[in-house]
């Protein structure tokens, strides 16, 4: 194939990619070194709003606040969604299970639905005055346990992540799923002939051939939680109550540039706390990278 061809086909998704991505990204790095004036005026002041942020008790009190609640919305996602997912996909590609479509199905339908859809159903299911799910427990007569969970700080924050998990559990489920159905079927019927048992094929076969998969996830729930918002929005709103508690590198990120009741916005301060932000899933990655797929590349080696 000639070289144009190459940037023929390569430039509109190039395009595309600087015009909606990459530009925009630039910008707002360049944005955080900035700072206004009373008059609105900008001017270039270096890393004051980072420093603004991180040590200012006014500032730095939110933007840790909301760090740990990112790291704890990040940690239930990863330590009960990933494993469901797992599981899930173990059963549903069991061989002879039947209905297993339908219930690959049911499972992954949820994520494509809105999120803002699915907060506001699950907000009218919890909900102390209209909700079901009082009528329910009462049902089983586990009615004691009921509480205003989206309504008290010790327990907002866990029931979002948990709703998200329930959402979203399907999109593990289905790449691990599709990794299990590429496990060579020989090596798996070589095992049987051994007599191996089902658990020690998937122990010692199955999973460390998905472990690549496995990583991809992880590292994609962690990109997905640092980057989470609207669900958070659509139930607790910008302020992300009761008393911050559900409140995310997201929503204070949506406080500070857009502003919110009293809290006026700032452009420049909005893009201190994306790039912080940026920076934050950057190192993520990095240290996925670093750390841990480049073992994997030395195990398949």
């Known amino acids: 194939m000639k070289r144009w061809h190459i940037v023929l086909f390569l430039a509109p998704a190039v395009l595309i990619y600087s015009v909606f991505s990459a530009l925009p990204l630039l910008d707002t790095l360049r944005l955080g070194f900035y700072a206004t004036n009373d008059t609105g005026a900008s001017h270039f002041s270096g890393l004051s709003n980072y420093l603004t942020i991180l040590t200012d008790p006014a500032w730095s009190s939110a933007f840790w606040n909301a760090m740990g609640n990112n790291f704890k919305f990040f940690l239930i996602h990863l330590l009960i969604q990933n494993p469901i997912g797992l599981i899930l996909a173990t059963l549903l590609s069991l061989k002879g299970l039947k209905f297993a479509r339908q219930y690959r199905t049911f499972i992954f339908l949820p994520t494509l639905l809105s999120v803002v859809i699915i907060g506001f159903i699950w907000q009218l299911i919890l909900s102390p005055l209209w909700g079901v799910s009082e009528s329910m427990l009462n049902a089983v007569g586990l009615g004691e346990y009921f509480q205003p969970w989206l309504g008290e700080e010790g327990s907002a924050l866990i029931t979002l992540a948990l709703i998200s998990v329930w959402q979203f559990v399907g999109i593990p489920m289905m790449l691990i799923y599709a990794a299990l159905l590429a496990v060579p079927e020989d ?94 899933i950057l190192c993520g990655v990095g240290a996925y990278f670093y750390f841990v797929q480049r073992k994997l590349t030395r195990y398949e080696l």
Do not use: C
Not at 193 to 219: D, H, M, N, Q, Y
Not at 253 to 279: D, K
């Open 187 to 280: 090596i798996v019927e070589a095992a049987h002939v051994e007599g191996a048992s089902a658990w020690r094929i998937f122990w010692e076969i199955k999973l460390p051939l998905i472990l690549p998969t496995l990583g991809l996830v992880t590292i994609l729930t962690y990109v997905g939680n640092f980057n989470a918002f609207d669900l958070i929005y659509s139930v607790k709103g910008a302020i992300a109550g009761p008393n911050y508690s559900t409140d995310i590198l997201g929503t204070l990120f949506y406080r500070t540039f857009f502003g919110y009741q009293s809290q006026i916005g700032s452009p420049t301060m909005g893009a201190a706390v994306a790039t912080l932000m940026f920076l934050v």
